[in-house]
């Protein structure tokens, strides 16, 4: 029999509830050549431990019994334990998390949700992770991995869990439709895209995603604008790329949203 490579021997340990109540993981660099090609399908499954985990390049679609959503990246998901869940991950992926035991999950949300992060997670994450195989953490790393559970149970969650529709041929049309967020074509001319009617399209999104078409496009388009914004690019070419007619349209979109402009935003979630 072969040995088992280190992703399996990881992977036999989150679901382990003994040992460190916190195991991180950072993927990125030659971490990250795994998820590189095409789209990867992982079936129905659930964890022992609960699981934070903040995509930074890449899409994931997650699907559970509640509904089927899309992890915006610049974000963290979090999967409660014993939540089953599908995960699709299209592009090359880089990101980071955590798995905690359940003892341990008590202050986090019992339904899987989106929150923010901040640098501060993200630097803790990154040191605990050099600890990852660890089987017992010392006073230091408690400590460590103390404050990061403290930064995750007091994060915010974020109204950007966008649900994705199931039915094979509005699916379609949701992922075109985040590949090309400045295409204004309206419901009419998507549906008859997609060989739908536009009555049949109109009440797929309703019954799958609970948004109206018009809805969910604007709630995918401000996900697609977070991204670019926290790439560094600067509002009126997030504005062009999104396809809205002037900077000010998309300001007056996000302030709707997040209540403040997105300089403002960005400069809170820094904080």
């Not at 959503?69 to 995960?87: I, N, S």
Request: hydrophobic share 40%; net charge negative.
């Amino acid at each position: 029999m072969n040995n088992p490579t280190e992703h399996e021997r990881f992977y036999e340990m989150i679901e382990r509830t003994e040992g460190p109540s916190l195991i991180a993981y950072w993927i990125d660099g030659e971490a990250a050549s795994e998820y590189d090609e095409g789209t990867r399908e992982y079936g129905w499954h659930s964890h022992a431990r609960g699981q934070f985990f903040c995509v930074e390049s890449g899409l994931v679609h997650v699907r559970t019994s509640r509904g089927s959503w899309l992890l915006p990246p610049h974000r963290a998901g979090w999967m409660p334990p014993g939540e089953e869940h599908t995960v699709s991950i299209s592009g090359p992926m880089t990101g980071w998390g955590i798995f905690v035991t359940p003892p341990e999950c008590g202050c986090l949300p019992p339904e899987p949700c989106v929150v923010g992060v901040n640098e501060l997670m993200r630097a803790l994450v990154r040191r605990a992770s050099s600890w990852a195989w660890e089987t017992q953490l010392d006073e230091s790393q408690e400590r460590i991995c103390s404050v990061l559970m403290e930064e995750i149970c007091r994060a915010q969650r974020e109204p950007l869990h966008l649900p994705m529709p199931l039915d094979r041929r509005a699916l379609r049309i949701a992922f075109a439709l985040l590949e090309r967020p400045e295409d204004n074509r309206g419901l009419e001319e998507w549906a008859a895209w997609a060989g739908l009617s536009p009555r049949s399209l109109s009440r797929l999104f309703r019954s799958e995603t609970a948004l109206s078409f018009a809805q969910w496009r604007q709630l995918a388009r401000l996900s697609r604008g977070l991204e670019r914004l926290a790439d560094g690019q600067p509002v009126s070419a997030v504005a062009d790329a999104l396809g809205y007619a002037s900077v000010s349209a998309f300001v007056a979109m996000f302030r709707r949203s997040f209540g403040q402009p997105p300089a403002k935003y960005f400069a809170a979630q820094a904080t």
